[in-house]
């Protein structure tokens, strides 16, 4: 009788065991996974721990930007269901909407813009602004160019080799910092 009810503890206790650590396991799995795609962690059971949903920020998500009708002079918002025209003008030919977009493109953003008695705030403007591209010296397209030649020189680089190469980079400048690390690259260990 006495080795029955051992028995029966010993199997009641591995049961016991193995549901605790599957339990755990499963408990890993779910806090690494919510981990992965930014959902707060959980303190137990219940709500949310309070140190996690404090630190992380709230941020606004952008949207995209509303895209409207092609069509001259309608200022109704575009849908993908309708080929990404008004339904107002979702049965007007493929090829007279690639033209009007066409047009939209190379005209400027002024004269793109649809006259209309509506006030300025009632929608905004089918077209975006097109700003110019900043450019840049020549002094300061040599020393962006430079600059990237020495980040690429540094990451070939291991150790020793690397710390030389910056301090001749904050000693002698950067152009020589390069043709330093060029030199240690080549040279054979």
């Known amino acids: 009788m ?6 029966a503890f010993v199997e009641s206790f591995a049961n016991q065991l193995v549901a605790a650590v599957e339990a755990s396991t499963a408990q890993r799995i779910q806090a690494a996974i919510a981990s992965a795609f930014g959902a707060p962690q959980k303190s137990g059971l219940g709500r949310p721990a309070v140190a996690s949903v404090a630190t992380k920020p709230a941020t606004a998500k952008k ?7 092609p069509v001259p002079g309608c ?3 575009a849908a993908p269901v309708f080929g990404m025209v008004c339904a107002e003008h979702k049965n007007v030919a493929k090829s007279k909407i690639k033209k009007y977009r066409e047009e939209r493109r ?4 002024k004269a793109a813009k649809p006259a209309t008695a509506k006030p300025a705030t009632a929608k905004p403007a089918a077209a975006q602004p097109v ?7 020549p002094k300061a397209a040599r020393a962006r160019k430079i600059q990237g030649q020495y980040m690429g020189a540094l990451k070939s680089l291991t150790g020793a080799d690397r710390d030389r190469v910056r301090q001749t980079a904050q000693e002698k400048g950067v152009a020589e910092a390069v043709k330093l690390a ?3 690259r080549k040279s054979p260990k």
Request: with cysteine; proline share 10%.
């Open 63 to 69: 949207g995209r930007p509303k895209q409207f009708c």
């Open 2 to 7: 006495p080795e029955m009810n051992i028995t």
């Open 131 to 137: 700003t110019a591209k900043k450019v840049l010296s």
């Open 75 to 77: 200022e109704n918002v």
């Open 182 to 184: 060029k030199t240690l």
């Open 106 to 109: 190379t005209t400027p953003a």
